[in-house]
């Protein structure tokens, strides 16, 4: 098996541990739109035997991933953990019979929720919980998260969860955050094209804190995706790989979590670590960015 040397991707403080940069991102191991049993389960363990045998020491995942299921076959195909896995879940939203993500903010939701977690991957504490806003379905909108984010800090003072963290938020509410808690790190949608976030990664970087984006490729217009693959084929890369590529050297307290259901994908992911961009092509695929579609 050839496995990416992930030292290159550097490592990051996140909570009180130090991660690769690269890791893994669990969602796509649920069935289709995140949703019942994946199709082929037996695969699903072996990517994730995979992902930590290359090196992977960083699993983003939800209970609501499913629900129960990704969390329940990183347990299938990890349990006991190895002493450097990070495991960072999240919690603030539940599935409906029908696949809907609804809120669920109330402290008896997210009491259920760290629960439910903390048995479907078989530990005691939970390393990070991100408590995900659900003030914006499709990005962040303000809204105050001092309730929901105060039980979560209550069960911390517990013992069941060691550091917190935002998803889906804005500067404010990360601001508003530090003041009922530590946030050790935020996660949101960012990428090539979607750079809203610039100024806030900045200032997380200031802090020292991780910022983990979410779906590399998402909301590509047709014209900058067929710019990013003309980048790509000049490089012998992927899209994918090229775009996970131009966020490692975006800001070095990136933390990503590429994720897959393949073996043959994830080998691709983790071959990020050995690409670097020289700064013509960083500038070509920031045009990217403000390419309209024709």
Known sequence: MQTSNLEK??????????????????MQLAGKG??????????AVAVLREAIESGVDHIDTSDFYGPHVTNQIIKEALHPYK????????????RGEDASWNPAFSKEALTQAIHD??????????????????HGTYGPEEGSLEEPLSVLADLQRQGLIKHI??????????ADGRKITDIVCVQNLYNLAHRADDPLIEELAAAGTPYVP???????SPLQS???????????????????????QRAPNILLIPGTSSRAHL?????????????ETVAELEGIGSAKPE
């Open 165 to 174: 963290g935002l998803s889906n938020v804005t500067s404010k509410q990360v």
């Open 226 to 248: 067929s710019t990013l693959s003309d980048v790509a084929a000049k490089l012998g890369a992927t899209p994918m790989q090229v775009a996970l590529a131009w966020l490692l």
């Open 34 to 43: 995140v949703f019942g049993p994946p199709k082929d389960r037996a695969e």
């Open 267 to 279: 080998r691709e992911n983790l071959a990020v670590a050995d690409i670097t961009l020289s700064a």
């Open 83 to 94: 002493d450097d896995l990070v495991i960072v879940t999240k919690v603030g939203a539940v």
């Open 214 to 220: 979410f779906f590399p490729l998402g909301g590509f």
């Open 9 to 26: 991707s550097g490592t990051y403080t996140l909570g009180d541990r130090t991660v690769k940069r690269l890791g893994y991102g669990a």
């Open 117 to 134: 977690n903390l048995r479907n991957l078989g530990l005691d504490v939970i390393e990070v919980v991100n408590l995900r806003s659900m």
